[in-house]
């Protein structure tokens, strides 16, 4: 936790980085060959998320690299608002400007990074089919959109605020549907993905995730653009 808030420090600084910028260090500062970017400030950010924010599809902490800058801004502001609950995040972000926090989100948005390989789904044929029914369909009959309706048809994402969902850890994305049921993580209301978390069954939530950490996209895919058609659900994170 220590070297957490070392790393947090970093950050939490950066919004001073660019006044000393303009200050010539030390000749005995250790800090003068250290240039002040955002890649060097966001370094922080990759302890966790892998490099340039990458991650892989293995553990709990997902991709942020390419992810729509709106959805990325948005989790920041519910981060530090309380509307998502981590320790770690919250302290990062809590004493970010808003204005910040959105250049974070522009900068992990533009980075166009591989994307980690496919991992093995251990699904049986019948549950690969339950996740594609879900992501391609919905279940209709139960109020439940198709995935891709939302993070968009190859479920890369959707400009401005929804997520791409392909190569996510299984274990993040079922701890996140998780979070959802029990309200543990929120988002502005009305929250479509709270309604949607609530309205799948475990079962239906352990298919969906392992799938589609089990799916790759190649370089160069890139969220879709938006789309004036209304969305299935009201959803209040559909915007930056």
Not at 52 to 78: D, V
Request: proline fraction near 10%; aromatic fraction near 4%.
């Amino acid at each position: 936790m220590r070297a957490l808030r070392v790393l947090a420090a970093v950050v939490l600084l950066a919004g001073a980085g660019r006044a000393a910028s303009a200050q010539q260090p030390a000749p005995d500062n250790p800090a003068a060959g250290v240039q002040d970017t955002m890649a060097q400030r966001m370094q922080a950010c990759v302890v966790c998320h892998g490099k340039e924010g990458r991650a892989t599809n293995a553990g709990y902490f997902p991709r942020i690299a390419g992810k729509p800058a709106g959805y990325l801004h948005n989790q920041l502001r519910n981060f530090k608002e309380g509307r998502r609950r981590h320790a770690a995040m919250h302290h990062l972000v809590q004493h970010m400007s808003d204005d910040y926090m959105r250049e974070i989100a522009q900068y992990f948005a533009a980075l166009d990074l591989p994307y980690p390989p496919a991992q093995p789904a251990a699904l049986t044929p019948a549950r690969i089919g339950l996740a594609q029914r879900l992501i391609r369909d919905g279940a209709p009959e139960r109020g439940i959109p198709a995935c891709a309706a939302c993070h968009g048809e190859t479920m890369a994402g959707k400009l401005p605020a929804m997520p791409g969902l392909l190569t996510l850890p299984g274990d993040y994305l079922i701890a996140q549907f998780g979070a959802w049921r029990t309200g543990q993580r929120r988002a502005h209301e009305p929250d479509c993905m709270g309604e949607v978390a609530r309205r799948l069954t475990p079962d239906e939530i352990t298919a969906v995730a392992r799938w589609l950490s089990a799916q790759t996209l190649p370089l160069g895919t890139e969220p879709e653009p938006a789309s004036r058609a209304p969305l299935p659900l009201a959803c209040g994170n559909a915007a930056p």
